[in-house]
């Protein structure tokens, strides 16, 4: 018959394996925070984060990019799905099939040129970078788009 510390010592060396089994890898999880729009570009917001408990902007600009399928560069003057694309300004378009052509706003529009009232997004950290890139420096920022923004005709 096994002795008790034989088995107590199993059990912790079972536990000890599914622990590892379970713990998350180094620098796994989702790191989201808020940040006020200070401007929008075509294919990124130069934001300020947001402190709620403080209810103040921090001093720094920060980069987050735009949802994919709001972005300029990957679409302006591109043909998807029979539809051209052609971009006036960083939130607006026309999509012209051939038949119909039809000019297109990005909904709800932004505000970001009253400081109480600039627009608030959650934005979520990239550890391999958005594909967007400023100034040289690869954007690690994007918008959650909480706000549910799209495309509508106007």
């Given at each position: 018959?096994?002795?008790?510390?034989?088995?107590?010592?199993?059990?912790?060396?079972?536990?000890?394996?599914?622990?590892?089994?379970?713990?998350?890898?180094?620098?796994?999880?989702?790191?989201?925070?808020?940040?006020?729009?200070?401007?929008?570009?075509?294919?990124?917001?130069?934001?300020?984060?947001?402190?709620?408990?403080?209810?103040?902007?921090?001093?720094?600009?920060?980069?987050?990019?735009?949802?994919?399928?709001?972005?300029?560069?990957?679409?302006?003057?591109?043909?998807?799905?029979?539809?051209?694309?052609?971009?006036?300004?960083?939130?607006?378009?026309?999509?012209?099939?051939?038949?119909?052509?039809?000019?297109?706003?990005?909904?709800?529009?932004?505000?970001?040129?009253?400081s109480a009232l600039n627009d608030m997004i959650l934005a979520a950290h990239v550890p391999g970078g958005t594909g967007v890139i400023v100034s040289g420096s690869p954007v690690m920022w994007c918008d959650l788009n909480l706000d549910g923004r799209?495309?509508?005709?106007?």
């Amino acid at each position: 018959m096994r002795q008790i510390s034989e088995i107590v010592a199993e059990v912790g060396r079972r536990r000890e394996r599914v622990g590892r089994v379970l713990t998350r890898p180094a620098g796994a999880g989702a790191v989201v925070r808020w940040f006020r729009i200070k401007s929008v570009q075509a294919d990124h917001y130069v934001c300020r984060e947001w402190d709620w408990v403080e209810e103040e902007e921090g001093a720094e600009d920060v980069m987050v990019a735009r949802p994919h399928r709001q972005r300029r560069t990957p679409w302006d003057g591109q043909t998807v799905g029979g539809v051209e694309y052609t971009y006036s300004g960083n939130s607006v378009r026309v999509a012209d099939d051939g038949d119909i052509t039809e000019d297109q706003e990005i909904v709800p529009g932004f505000i970001v040129d009253d400081s109480a009232l600039n627009d608030m997004i959650l934005a979520a950290h990239v550890p391999g970078g958005t594909g967007v890139i400023v100034s040289g420096s690869p954007v690690m920022w994007c918008d959650l788009n909480l706000d549910g923004r799209a495309w509508a005709r106007v």
